[in-house]
C-alpha cells in the first residue's frame, strides 16, 4: 500500500459549449502534469455543460445536444490523458438509446487514457428526473497506486449514507464534482471527511467558486487546498498522505475505532443484564 499520492482538483469554466469547456480541460490537465499530479478531478457537466440555464435546459429536454461533439472531446482528453500519464476524472452528459434521457456522469479515465468506468448519479433531483436525466445504481470505486477513490455528484452530498457506503467498501478519498452555488455544501463536504475520516475532493465549475471554491478536505474535515474565489480557473493541489503528522488522530485512531463501533459489537460485548436497566421507567 502506497503512503502518499498526489492529487488535484480542478476549477474550470463550464459552459454549453463542449469545445470551450474541453480546451480549458486539456489546459488544467497540462498544468496538473508538470506538477506531479497523478489524479485530476474535474467539476459536474465539465464537458457537455448541466442544464442550469435557459439554453442548456433546452438543450437536453430537446434532444438537440452535439452528442457527436461531446464524444470528439472526450477521446481527445482520454488520448491526452494517455500521453501525459495522467488519470483522470470529468463529468459529461452520458447520451442513452432514445427515447431514454441521458445520465449525468463522471467518467474515469486512466492514465493509460483508457476510459475504465464511468459513474451515474443515483439521487438525481426532481426537475433533473422530470427533465434532463435518468438515474444511475452502482457505487464507482477505482484505484490508483494503492489509493481507492469514490465518485458522487452534487446534491449527493446530502445523502450521508453514500459517503457511509463509501467508507465500507474502503474508499480513501470521495470525489465530489458539482455544479452548485450553495454554501452548505462546503459544510456538509467537511462534515462527511471528518465523520468518514477520508479526503473530500470538491470541484466546482469556477462560475460558481463564489460559493464555494474547488478545494481538497483532509479525514480531519479542515480544507487542505483550495483555488481562488472568481471566475479565473485554476487547480488545488493536496499529496494525499497517509503519514502526515496532523491526520494521525483521523485516519489511525478515530478512523479504525469508528468503523468498529458502526459494527456495534463493541457494545454487544458490553452488554448488561440488569432490571434497572430494563426498566425505564422509574428514577
Not at 485530476?40 to 457527436?68: M, Q
Not at 459513474?119 to 427533465?131: F, M, P, T
Not at 454554501?183 to 463564489?210: E, M
Not at 474565489?229 to 485554476?234: H, K
Request: glycine share 8%; charged share 20%.
Amino acid at each position: 500500500m502506497a503512503d502518499k499520492v498526489r492529487i488535484a482538483t480542478a476549477q474550470s469554466p463550464v459552459t454549453t459549449h463542449p469545445v470551450a469547456n474541453a480546451t480549458a480541460v486539456r489546459d488544467l490537465m497540462i498544468q496538473a502534469a508538470r506538477s506531479g499530479v497523478r489524479l485530476l478531478h474535474f467539476p459536474e457537466g465539465a464537458i457537455s455543460g448541466y442544464p442550469s440555464g435557459g439554453e442548456a435546459r433546452k438543450a437536453l429536454r430537446g434532444w438537440d445536444v452535439n452528442w457527436s461533439c461531446i464524444t470528439e472531446q472526450l477521446e481527445l482528453i482520454a488520448r491526452l490523458a494517455g500521453e501525459i500519464r495522467l488519470w483522470v476524472v470529468v463529468g459529461s452528459s452520458h447520451r442513452l438509446t432514445t427515447p431514454h434521457l441521458p445520465h449525468n456522469s463522471l467518467y474515469v479515465i486512466s492514465d493509460r487514457g483508457q476510459l475504465t468506468d464511468r459513474y451515474d448519479k443515483r439521487r438525481c433531483s426532481h426537475n433533473e428526473l422530470s427533465n434532463w436525466y435518468s438515474p444511475g445504481f452502482e457505487p464507482v470505486l477505482f484505484e490508483v497506486d494503492g489509493f481507492r477513490f469514490g465518485t458522487a455528484l452534487c446534491i449527493e452530498v446530502n445523502f450521508p449514507e453514500l459517503f457511509m457506503e463509501y467508507t465500507a467498501l474502503g474508499a480513501d478519498c470521495v470525489l465530489l464534482s458539482s455544479f452548485s452555488e450553495d454554501p452548505i455544501f462546503d459544510v456538509l463536504a467537511r462534515s462527511h471527511a471528518a465523520t468518514q475520516n477520508c479526503w473530500v475532493s470538491v470541484s466546482v465549475p469556477a462560475q460558481c467558486s463564489s460559493a464555494m471554491p474547488s478545494g481538497i478536505v483532509g479525514p480531519h474535515g479542515y480544507w487542505l487546498d483550495r483555488c481562488a474565489v472568481g471566475d479565473a480557473q485554476g487547480l488545488a493541489c493536496v499529496d494525499l498522505d497517509r503519514t502526515q503528522p496532523g491526520l494521525e488522530f483521523a485516519l489511525k485512531k478515530a478512523g479504525p475505532w469508528r468503523q468498529s463501533a458502526r459494527t456495534g459489537e463493541i457494545y454487544r460485548a458490553r452488554r448488561v443484564h440488569d432490571a434497572r436497566s430494563a426498566d425505564r421507567t422509574h428514577f
